[in-house]
Structure formats: C-alpha cells, structure tokens
C-alpha cells in the first residue's frame, strides 16, 4: 500500500500523518509506503513545522527528517491512496485528478470531518496529533488483511 497524506503547506498536518501512519503501519508489520505532500509551494525544500516536530516526539514519532514537497499530478500515478486534512486541500487535489480513477484515492483523513489547521495556534498541536492519529488507525483497520 503506498499512502500519500496532503495538508496546505507540508509544514504541520501531513507531516505529522506521514510519520504518525508510517509508525503505525511499522507496528502492524505492514511494509506500507508513506509519504507527504502540500497543495501550496511555500515550504519545498524545508523541514516540518518545529511544533509538529516537538508533537510527534512527545508520542513516540520521529518526523525531523521529512523534506517538505508540492503535490504533483504523478502522485495520482505513484499512490493507492491520497488522504487530504480538510476540504480545501480536497477540492485542490481533485481540481488536478485526470479521471474518474484519480478522484477515486483521493478522500478525507476523517471522512466526513477535517483535520483543523494548528499553524496559528501552538496549543493545538497535541489535539491535532491525536485527530490524525485516530484517523491512522481507523486506516489500518480498514486496510488489514482480513484474517489477521
């Protein structure tokens, strides 16, 4: 399974679900691939956001080598699945699919509900942590060989 998890900039919110589902999925013994990526081009380049680095420690995960990145009209061709944080990153990400089976990976981490943005707002770096991170597991649970 290759996952791709998409926020605005690369910076907060997909950086911490590329580490948190890569943790989980090492945990499950699943040799998933993960990565990240932003609809916006503003951090390229650049690591995460220093408090989703210090978030992600706190739990166990290590995110401080993540290289930030745009989303790319390929990654519909590189992924099985490209899993956004709200509903703009969705409407971005769908404005670019080239058909019917690239809309098709793409869907909200929480289904029905977004992943808020913690960049203006250092308390909500933990409670967006822990949103995604339900939201990872409700992934693998998804995804789990049945029989396992």
């Known amino acids: 399974m290759k996952i791709l998890m998409v926020c605005l900039g690369n910076i907060c919110r997909s950086p911490l679900a590329e580490g948190i589902m890569q943790y989980q999925a090492q945990q499950n013994g699943f040799d998933w691939e993960i990565d990240s990526a932003g609809t916006g081009n503003w ?82 770096f933990e409670p967006v942590f822990k949103l995604i991170e339900g939201g990872c597991k409700d992934i693998i649970k998804t995804y789990t060989p049945k029989g396992d």
């Open 43 to 124: 951090h390229i380049g650049q690591g995460p956001d220093r408090r989703s680095v210090r978030a992600a420690q706190k739990f166990g995960v290590d995110i401080s080598k993540q290289v930030c990145r745009q989303f790319k009209v390929s990654d519909f061709d590189a992924f099985d699945l490209i899993l956004v944080m709200d509903k703009n990153n969705l409407s971005d990400v769908l404005a670019q699919a080239r058909s019917e089976q690239d809309a098709a990976k793409v869907r909200l981490l929480l289904n029905d509900k977004e992943v808020p943005d913690p960049y203006y707002d250092d308390t909500q």
